[in-house]
């Protein structure tokens, strides 16, 4: 017989929750054997692509499709035209906008969609395109938010009432025919007396750059109406396949039985891919038209210049605080670049997503918030690349307005910070702006992280450099960049989060089989968060089989549960928890299994790791694999047959990780050249599940915000045209220019979460970006910088240098 494992070795034998299992889905993906949107093909599939603007606002005055329809290959060209009997040529956006499928008299932003080609291979779709001609009357350009609230110039004439009227948009009253929405969160008299009556304040335009996420795997879809059953199956690289999917069913008038949506592996989404695109409606509607399969995948330039930027946030803050340097205000004015449609895929009441959790880490009695949504003449969007919802802009903001205060106080920015922190014993804590913050311990975090990187001896060190700067013996400055994040994440209670009306909840639901091996599938989607793995860990801990025996599924919406999907780091706070509910309730029948095999009251066994053993006779007991067994085939009274759950979960709160950043800079006052000496981040997303995951998670993350905060932008000529629109211009940090970065944690349970854990997913872009532009600004504290914008390429940064008289 087998030696009797120790409780420990047992415990090992599952691989569940805390240990660092490998990523299970790395074996497909490191031999090439994913399954992407363009690796499938069906049989008799066309191709579409579509004929874009190339100018950022003008009428259409004609369209010419006459030549590409005699294209050898090509099947339909649609339009507008095409479109509007089905009432298909504009669709709702998720932030209660509607948004142009195929330009319907005018086009709003470079690159939008004009025509959609349908042809035999993707070839001759492309030469297609080229022959279609568009006659175009060019209208005046706007592309600054400040100037599209001042001008005469109507983008948006399908918003516009009789007579020049002004009627409310999706959140209430517009100001101006260019503006979408106030947003309006605090106290503003109060916050305006406060900083009357301050010691100091500090004032800033925080400026945080449009940027875009560019997954590796560009947005695209497979469209297949299957006429003889009148089932549509849709392929996509979609973030939120059943949200997809409900969409689809409102738009098209398919019912939603007949709809079936499939993410396949995604390569990458950090929040490009949870909006509709008109990709996926013309695809659709081709396939309808067709009666075989379409398929529609973006370029490269397709992706960065028409799909879902991020930030593009102009946040004018005040910020006041006692001589003491004690935080007594925070007042914030954003201008929100929304670009041509407000495409944004923020919970419905939150049009500037979570961007009241501005105050951040700190202490903050009094504040105010006004945030007024802006259509320019660029591409629609703006909540994506690990945003949490605007928690980056928030993050940003406050962590910008913190250095410019200890400027101004002449303080230390870590003490100004330390002196500002909610205690632990405040938790939960309310904010000023509305949020109860579940739990954190900032002075714990903040003091290793300091004790980590040697803050003293860096501070030193710096002082001396600077010395040496001013003798003529360096040409080298350096900066220390801090920041102490506070994130909220896990949308939401369904109370205040929906979007579109869908709850904002997730599921999972169970299924063990016989013989001791589970499925287990979810309402989110990873796109590399490598959920397989992590699920079948808690699971792994809650029902005690082994991970490597459970199956996790998602993104098929036949087969798995309505869930809202991945973005907002939502997959752990919600559909984690949801996991870990169903795996109990897994769990409580096994037990009365277990009772009755073992011949005693339910109350008498007790699960220990993989079994029920009896109270007080360890020696009985049942394995969970042989209770799997027992469901199956015996006859159990009162007891139904099978071992399956499920669990609908709604979150009581969001969760708040949090995190401290510190970042270590030489800049080369020469050439703007910086180089990163070392990059400590220490991250708190309360319990564990894998941590080499989250390292992965904090690696991904910091090098993202190393991108934004250095270099990556999407920039925009006056006529709005897309300056970076390519990967040649567009900056894409390599093994070259990212450090070795330090990760470290603490851990501060969330008490409402059924395991204890945050999000993380976003929390490193999140803390890295104002960490990196702080180290930026921090080094040119001494010469009196207050502050710069982003993004910190070489050019701005000798700029900098220049104008502070650096260069002789
Ligand atoms: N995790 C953990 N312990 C915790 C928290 C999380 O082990 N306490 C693990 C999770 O189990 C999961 C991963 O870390 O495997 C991320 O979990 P979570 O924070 O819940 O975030 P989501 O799974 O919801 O992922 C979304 C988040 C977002 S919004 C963006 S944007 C982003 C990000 O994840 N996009 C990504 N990370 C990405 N990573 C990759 N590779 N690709 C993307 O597109
Ligand atoms: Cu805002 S990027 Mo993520 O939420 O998919």
New binding site residues.
């Given amino acids: 017989m087998n030696k009797e494992l120790t409780r420990e070795e047992r415990t090992d034998a599952l691989g569940g929750m805390g240990c660092k299992r490998k990523r299970v889905e790395d074996a497909r993906f490191t031999q090439g054997k994913g399954n992407y949107v363009d690796d499938i093909k069906l049989p008799g599939m066309l191709h579409g692509d579509f004929v874009r603007s190339p100018y950022a606002h003008a009428k259409v005055v004609s369209i010419n499709t006459d030549a590409a329809m005699a294209l050898d290959g090509v099947v339909a060209v649609l339009t507008a035209a095409d479109l509007a009997p089905l009432g298909l040529h504009w669709m709702p956006t998720l932030a209660g906008d509607k948004q142009m499928v195929l330009a319907d008299g005018k086009v709003l932003f470079q690159g939008q969609e004009v025509a959609y080609v349908v042809a035999k291979d993707r070839y001759i779709a492309a030469d297609a395109v080229e022959l279609v001609e568009v006659e175009y009357e060019e209208l005046p350009v706007l592309t600054d938010p400040f100037a599209a609230m001042e001008s005469d110039v109507v983008l948006r004439e399908d918003l516009m009432g009789e007579g020049g009227a002004l009627p409310d948009g999706a959140h209430g009253p517009r100001k101006h025919h260019n503006h979408i929405f106030t947003w309006e969160v605090g106290e503003k008299e109060a916050t305006q007396q406060v900083l009357d009556e301050a010691d100091v304040v500090a004032e800033e335009m925080v400026y945080y750059h449009r940027t875009h996420?560019c997954p590796l795997e560009t947005c695209g879809c497979v469209a297949s109406m299957d006429k003889v059953n009148g089932k549509l199956t849709l392929h996509g690289t979609f973030?939120a396949p059943h949200a997809i999917r409900t969409v689809v069913s409102l738009i098209s008038g398919i019912e939603e039985h007949n709809i079936r949506v499939i993410s396949p592996d995604i390569g990458g989404?950090?929040?490009?891919?949870?909006g509709a695109y008109p990709g996926y409606v013309c695809s659709v509607v081709a396939s309808i038209v067709t009666g075989v399969p379409v398929k529609w995948v973006e370029d490269r330039m397709e992706n960065l210049m028409t799909t879902a930027f991020?930030r593009d946030y102009h946040m004018h803050g005040k910020i006041s605080a006692t001589k003491e340097g004690k935080i007594t205000g925070l007042w914030c004015h954003t201008t929100a670049d929304h670009g041509g449609f407000d495409a944004c895929?923020d919970p419905t009441k939150f049009p500037a997503?979570f961007m009241n959790i501005c105050t951040g880490s700190y202490d903050i009695p009094t504040a105010y918030l006004a945030v007024d949504g802006v259509y320019t003449n660029k591409a629609p969007g703006g909540?994506?690349?690990?945003?949490?919802?605007?928690v980056?802009e928030a993050a940003y903001f406050i962590e910008r307005m913190v250095e410019i205060l200890a400027i101004e106080l002449n303080m230390d920015a870590a003490e100004l910070r330390r002196i500002n922190f909610i205690k632990k014993d405040q938790f939960p804590y309310q904010s000023a702006l509305g949020w109860e913050y579940d739990s954190g311990d900032y002075h714990t975090a903040w003091d290793k992280a300091l004790k980590a990187v040697d803050y003293d001896g860096l501070r030193a060190e710096q002082a001396q450099r600077v010395e040496d700067f001013k003798a003529g013996k360096t040409r080298k400055l350096m900066g220390i960049g801090l920041t102490h994040f506070t994130e909220i994440v896990g949308a939401g209670p369904v109370k205040n989060c929906d979007i579109l009306g869908l709850g904002m909840f997730d599921s999972c639901e169970i299924r063990i089989h016989p013989t001791g091996s589970a499925i287990a599938r979810l309402g989110t989607i990873s796109?590399g968060q490598g959920h397989a793995t992590t699920f079948a860990q808690i699971l792994a801990t809650e029902i005690g089989l082994p991970a490597d025996s459970i199956t996790i599924e998602e993104g098929d919406t036949d087969t798995a549960p309505y869930g809202l999907g991945?973005?907002?780091?939502?997959s752990t706070p919600v559909a984690g928890a949801a996991t870990a509910m169903a795996g109990r309730k897994i769990r409580a029948k096994a037990q009365m299994i277990a009772a009755y095999l073992l011949e005693v009251h339910d109350d008498d066994v007790e699960f220990d790791v993989d079994r029920f053993v009896v109270k007080g006779a360890p020696e009985k007991f049942k394995t969970m694999k042989e209770i799997a067994f027992a469901a199956y085939n015996q006859a159990i009274p009162g007891i139904e047959p099978g071992l399956e759950a499920v669990s609908y979960y709604d979150p009581p709160n969001m969760t708040y990780p949090f995190g401290a950043y510190v970042c270590v800079m030489d800049i080369d006052v020469d050439t703007g050249v910086t180089d990163i000496r070392r990059f400590y981040a220490l991250d708190d997303c309360g319990t564990r599940i894998n941590p080499m995951i989250i390292e992965g998670q904090v690696h991904g993350g910091l090098t993202e915000a190393l991108a934004v905060a250095l270099g990556q932008e999407i920039a925009y000529d006056d006529m709005g045209n897309v300056k970076t629109g390519t990967l040649m211009d567009f900056f894409l940090p390599t093994a070259w220019e990212v450090p070795n970065y330090e990760t470290d944690h603490t851990v501060t349970p969330s008490p409402h979460h059924p395991i204890g854990a945050k999000g993380v997913?976003?929390s490193p872009h999140v803390g890295g970006v104002p960490c990196f532009s702080n180290a930026v600004n921090d080094a040119f504290r001494a010469f009196g910088l207050r502050h710069t914008h982003m993004p910190h390429d070489h050019w701005r940064i000798w700029k900098t240098a220049n104008e502070l008289g650096l260069h002789g």
């Fill in positions: 996420p973030q989404g950090f929040g490009n891919k949870v991020a895929a997503g909540v994506s690349y690990r945003c949490s919802f605007r980056t796109q991945t973005y907002g780091s939502r997913g976003e």
